[in-house]
């Protein structure tokens, strides 16, 4: 039985259809890269599996359990997290109040300053400025502190929205990189939605590409890597 189990889901906005009977799988501590272009319906994907677009058709289930349509609170609760494309940080706030509220569904305060302890080890950039507020960093700490905050979350699974957008190249690295080190420290399952597709690859096991809604690929991530005429199904 696989961590997460997407089964011809279909979602839209509107009367506009997106998702088009998309089927997935993530297993336990799996890193998984989900490909295509703008527009395929990749963010849409991750936003109705997460209950914040509601499915039309389809089902989803997570841990063995049928998901919670449209509550994303709950589905929050089973341990499941979002980092969103534009980062999803509070500027105002500093980094440590950030993290706190990534906490919020936790009882444990010392468990949860431990997390805290454990995610600033992790993101050494930021034990500096915890203090500071988000808005005054670099567009690559704030990245930091968005996946730090679902992490406090201590999900099972990271579902991870174009985390290199708009920054420069020698972040998108590191960026990337900490995901790496997230599946191999916490044990976390990640699903990755990411442009640099050939870091993408490096780093995942499996991977799949959509197209016009449709997933059209599914594929060992390291036999897409290898095979140049596998590209070319991604453009």
Not at 35 to 59: M, P
Not at 80 to 104: H, K, M, S, W
Not at 199 to 215: D, E, N, Q
Request: with cysteine.
């Amino acid at each position: 039985m696989a961590l997460l189990e997407v089964d011809g889901l279909e979602a839209g906005y509107g009367k506009k259809a997106v998702l088009q009977s998309v089927s997935l799988r993530v297993e336990e501590g799996e890193v998984v890269a989900l490909l295509g272009h703008n527009g395929a319906g990749k963010s849409t994907t991750l936003r109705t599996i997460l209950g914040l677009l509601q499915a039309r058709a389809g089902q989803v289930r997570f841990a063995g359990q049928p998901w919670s349509n449209a509550d994303p609170a709950r589905n929050v609760q089973s341990g499941i997290a979002l980092v969103p494309q534009g980062r999803g940080c509070f500027p105002d706030l500093t980094v440590e109040e950030n993290l706190a509220l990534g906490a919020y569904t936790q009882r444990d305060r010392t468990g949860v300053a431990r997390r805290m302890d454990e995610i600033l080890e992790l993101f050494p950039a930021l034990a500096d400025r915890r203090a500071q507020r988000v808005g005054s960093m670099s567009g690559g700490q704030q990245q930091m502190v968005a996946v730090g905050t679902a992490l406090m979350q201590q999900p099972r699974l990271l579902m991870m929205d174009e985390p290199s957008i708009g920054l420069a190249p020698v972040l998108v690295q590191r960026v990337l990189e900490s995901a790496v080190q997230i599946n191999q420290r916490f044990g976390t399952a990640i699903l990755l939605v990411e442009q640099n597709i050939k870091t993408a690859l490096a780093m995942a096991r499996r991977a799949y590409v959509m197209k016009s809604g449709r997933i059209v690929v599914e594929k060992p991530a390291a036999e897409l890597l290898a095979s140049q005429e596998s590209w070319w199904e991604l453009y």
